[in-house]
């Protein structure tokens, strides 16, 4: 056998067996993905919606999931908003809860970001952003106070702190946020939010 014939052999030998190692390993870890994601959202869900102790996905779409938070007695207490959106770097995700009525936030949690560490990473302190998302009337659309102010009893009920020096980043949050509102409130207008709604925990 020649050397080249002999070299194209090995190399796809070699190739075959990496590529079927790397597939065993997706097939393996995919479930264990699955469910580290599942966990991740049940405690978004509880972090977001105060007094949650179960949740039932309501609906569900490319980048945006409604969730129904529930007390004890089985009474709905809030929505979870699950949705998606482009920032600065990447793709930014997130947790909105809110009441009943979607007319006020309850917290607002970031699951995943790529923004600018120190400065668009910021999305995710709770001292330079996340508190001033705590109750803020949502029942329009929520603003972004620009330039920032020293302290959450200077923003006006709907608008939100500004994170100095990563606007674009703050504007992201707030554009997915207030995109998502929008398409929550149709869905129920339109009443399209599951009566069978699947059990999340």
């Not at 109750?135 to 302290?151: E, F, H, Q």
């Amino acid at each position: 056998m020649k050397l080249s014939t002999r070299m194209v052999v090995v190399l796809t030998s070699i190739g075959l067996l990496s590529g079927s190692f790397l597939a065993t390993v997706g097939h393996l870890t995919k479930e264990r993905i699955a469910l580290n994601k599942q966990r991740e959202i049940e405690e978004a869900i509880i972090q977001v919606v105060p007094g949650t102790v179960s949740s039932q996905r309501l609906y569900e779409e490319r980048d945006l999931s409604v969730y129904g938070g529930k007390n004890e007695e089985g009474n709905l207490v809030g929505f979870a908003i699950h949705a998606s959106g482009i920032g600065f770097q990447d793709k930014i995700t997130l947790m909105l809860g809110t009441n009943t009525s979607l007319e006020r936030t309850n917290r607002l949690a970031i699951l995943d970001q790529k923004e600018t560490p120190g400065l668009g990473a910021k999305i995710t302190d709770r001292d330079s952003f996340l508190k001033y998302w705590e109750n803020r009337d949502c029942s329009g659309t929520i603003s972004l106070r620009k330039p920032a102010v020293s302290a959450a009893e200077k923003l006006l009920p709907s608008e939100i702190n500004t994170i100095t020096g990563a606007t674009i980043s703050s504007e992201a949050v707030l554009s997915i946020v207030n995109s998502s509102l929008e398409q929550v409130r149709e869905i129920i207008k339109e009443g399209k939010l599951s009566s069978e709604a699947q059990d999340v925990n």
